[in-house]
């Protein structure tokens, strides 16, 4: 599968099903790459489900960059998205300087901000950055917004929301993620935008959709938003694989004859000396 330029993401406005997906690491890019995933994100969710922070916002510009560069080494031909950390974008300068490293040395094809962040977008453009646009809820300013609720929800809230995304596109965004959105108000947003919008916790009405690796498979369980959908209870079948090997260590199950090596037993008498 050759990587989507952005003109080619760009194109799949209106066709409902530019497929995103978040990934942390080799293996995981791989598997999605194998599997047809469009783009492939390293969010900073990964503070929450690969790290263990409370938050997205402890999350690094090193940290970031770490998994970007095992996720590019996994999948090199899938349009990679890095995030850009808490702060890393809160002047037009320091995100240029997190883009750089990110696209420079983690392989990233594009960044994503969290807000209507215009300046440091028109910034990165500028520079040759291509950037995704995130409105509704965000996480690095959850606080901020009541705590992790669907957004929009209001007149003016909706109006703002819309306005935003509005703001987005004129100032360069390839596209435009839209979390926790009420669907009416997602539908109107993609009806607006001429670049293409991708949703979580947004229904079916945007022009692609995105989920975090950890939930899609179940192995991330402090909390499941409404708007996951679980294909399958990964972390059962790995904790129960885990606890049938401690089992057979314990027993003497494993390891078995076939799982060890071989040798010549003349190769021993060096070592112990040969029997009077």
Do not use: N
């Not at 900073?44 to 690969?50: E, I, K, Q, R, W």
Request: charged share 20%.
């Amino acid at each position: 599968m050759a990587k989507l330029t952005i003109p080619e993401l760009k194109s799949r406005k209106g066709r409902g099903s530019l497929v995103m997906l978040t990934a942390y690491d080799y293996p995981t890019a791989k598997l999605a790459a194998e599997a047809g995933v469009d783009v492939l994100l390293v969010g900073d969710s990964l503070g929450m489900v690969v790290l263990g922070y409370d938050s997205t916002v402890p999350v690094s510009l090193e940290e970031v960059l770490h998994h970007t560069k095992a996720a590019r080494r996994g999948a090199p031909e899938v349009h990679l998205v890095a995030d850009l950390p808490f702060l890393a974008d809160a002047t037009p300068e320091r995100a240029l300087a997190a883009a750089e490293r990110l696209v420079k040395e983690g392989g990233a094809d594009s960044v994503k901000l969290e807000g209507a962040k215009l300046e440091a977008v028109r910034a990165l453009v500028s520079a040759g950055v291509p950037v995704l646009g995130h409105v509704g809820l965000t996480p690095q300013t959850a606080g901020m917004l009541g705590g992790y609720k669907v957004q929009g929800k209001t007149p003016a809230a909706a109006k703002k929301l819309l306005e935003d995304a509005l703001a987005l596109e004129a100032a360069g965004v390839w596209g435009v993620v839209l979390e926790m959105v009420p669907v009416p108000l997602a539908a109107r947003v993609t009806e607006q935008l001429s670049v293409p919008t991708i949703g979580i916790g947004a229904g079916a009405a945007t022009d692609g959709q995105v989920l975090v690796f950890h939930d899609l498979i179940g192995v991330f369980d402090r909390f499941k938003p409404k708007f996951v959908r679980r294909y399958l209870e990964g972390g059962a079948l790995i904790r129960d694989a885990i606890a049938a090997y401690a089992a057979d260590v314990r027993s003497g199950a494993f390891p078995a004859d076939e799982h060890g090596y071989a040798m010549d037993e003349s190769a021993l008498e060096g070592l112990y000396g040969k029997e009077s």
